[in-house]
């Protein structure tokens, strides 16, 4: 069987990354037939758009895709690609897994930990009023006809929106999940002793469900507590199920426990299509040089191998990844105690080693 799979390589260091990513899946003997796509600044300026819709129409057509990073300028008006392929492809559920390899430094020995994050509503609802606008003043002054706290004139606001029907289908993924893949616990991460309603409703639809998993232990922690504890005793978590921001930040913080970006995957899972994506930015400074981490995006492969039902390629490419940075002399530079770039391998040469081990 040949997948059709929609391939974004990104902009910065993604083309980097995903041609790595496709040799070595490619390498794994599983046939694929790649539909490469643009998305970001170069499919701004070819097709007029960041996110055209003969690449959305790529990912709903094939139902899978994987995607290298793509630059957000921070506050220019450009909108994310990523949040918007979230919000078109309706990928509701966003998994980042954060397990320990050896040989990557890391503050942590033994990390096995899956964050499970809501990914299209929170406060990523997108619902945001500026400064200054009639639109916001509008809303400024109907929230002031009706609240004790009165918001000054000039704020920005941008909603959260926690409902019902996205809870529950979150909390139910990260309960599925874990029952497929024989992990024992799932912790619900909220803020509800102070966002009584978002969160309230949250921790409340999140332990309705809960109920209905007998065999998976349960519990809810407070954000702020959680991240303590994950620094104290990660031993004591396994799955982690939280609305978005939350998520976003946690999963970065899980991601600093194993060796950082450079090793850390992810998959955004929807009922009718799965994007699969490193965690980390497009690294513009490394961008061209060769020299970019390509593990993350390749273990994305993996991640996208066990979605596709290609179970034992999924799990040579993961011991490969492994290998090659356990044996060490073979990694890019960010793998390398030293950090020394002229002792490093590049990418292309990190990427060959692990073909060879799979
Ligand atoms: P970043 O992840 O791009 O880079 C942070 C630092 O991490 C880099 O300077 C580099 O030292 C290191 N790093 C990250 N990935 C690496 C790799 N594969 N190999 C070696 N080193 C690596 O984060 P940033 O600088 O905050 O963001 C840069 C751009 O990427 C921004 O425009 C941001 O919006 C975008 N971004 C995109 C995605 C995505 O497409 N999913 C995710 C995060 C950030």
New binding site residues.
Partial sequence: MTYRVTLIP?D??GPE?ADATRTVLDATGVAFDWDVQPAGIEAMETHGDVLPQATLDSVKANGVGIKG?????IGSGFRSV?VGLRHALNLYANLRPGKTIKGVQAPFDHVDLVVVRENLEGMYSGIEFDTGTAEGTEVIDFINARSKRQIEPDAALSIKLITPGNTERIVRYAFEYARANGRKKVTIVHKANIMKFSDGLFLKVAQQVASEYPDIESNDRIIDNMCMQLMQKPSEYDVLVMANLYGDIVSDLVAGMIGG??VAPSGNIGTEAAVF??????????AGKNE??PT?MILSGAMMLRHLGEMDAATRVENAVADVIAAGDRV?Y?LRADRDPSKAATTTEMTQAIVERL
């Fill in positions: 990104g910065g260091i990354v990073p793509i630059t957000t300028p990523n970006l450079g994506e490193p965690i980390h930015g497009s690294a513009p400074s490394h970019a981490n993350a890019t960010d």
